[in-house]
């Protein structure tokens, strides 16, 4: 069984630029959750998806935003980025909302110069 | 104040010694408990789960959860070099959301 895939694993933007990042999570997971991980924070709770609605979500700027897809594939989106969007960004699943273990992807690298 | 506080570390540790990892939180209605290990460059994976108060143990692993002073603990035995990773705590309510602490970094040394 794949696990959930994340492109793209790297990528390096300018400040004011936009970016968009893409989960596939495992097969018959409904929910996604995304995260942003940084040295000084740690991992903290963007957002999470289940059939294609929006059910939770963290205390980010609205410049952070994602969608789900019929497939239950999800994108997150940032726009007017800042130097402190440079982060590892973690997509993880679960196959209903509320049973406990999440299973992450391997992230996707932002550097924001 | 985060709703889970975890000391980052870096902790160091000889092989074969006993690792103590450990975690506050401040929401009493937490009800699930977990932790997660992420190797370098990889996503974090689930590593213990518990429910409530009480010791769960798998193998060299043990987790505690004191549910009156809001104390989350992963004890290591016989640690070794493959334990080097990133041990994170997380816990929720029951699904939904699930809050991590900072993660604390742990080097095992041969």
């Known amino acids: 069984k794949a696990g959930v895939t994340q492109t793209p694993r790297y990528l390096i933007k300018t400040r004011g630029q936009q970016v968009t990042l893409s989960c596939s999570p495992i097969?018959?997971?409904?929910?996604v959750s995304w995260y942003q991980q940084t040295p000084g924070q740690g991992l903290q709770f963007l957002f999470e998806y289940f059939s294609e609605t929006q059910r939770n979500k963290g205390n980010f700027p609205g410049r952070f935003s994602g969608r789900q897809f019929s497939n239950s594939r999800s994108e997150m989106n940032v726009s007017t980025l800042e130097l402190g969007d440079s982060a590892l960004y973690l997509c993880?699943?679960?196959?209903?909302?509320?049973?406990?273990?999440?299973?992450f992807g391997e992230g996707s690298r932002l550097t924001v110069l | 104040q985060k709703e889970v506080e975890q000391d980052p570390g870096p902790l160091s540790v000889p092989e074969g010694a006993i690792v103590s990892l450990n975690c506050t939180y401040s929401n009493s209605a937490f009800q699930y408990f977990m932790w997660y290990r992420q190797y370098s460059r990889k996503g974090p994976e689930l590593l213990m789960y518990?429910?409530?108060?009480g010791n769960k143990e798998d193998g060299r692993f043990t987790a505690q959860v004191d549910k009156s002073s809001k104390y989350i603990s992963l004890f290591i035995r016989d640690s070794q070099p493959s334990d080097s990773a990133t041990y994170l705590c997380a816990t929720d309510t029951g699904g939904f959301k699930t809050i991590f602490g900072a993660g604390t970094r742990l080097f095992v040394k041969a």
């Open positions: 097969s018959g997971h409904r929910s």
């Open positions: 518990t429910y409530s108060s």
């Open positions: 993880a699943s679960r196959q209903q909302r509320n049973t406990g273990e999440l299973f």
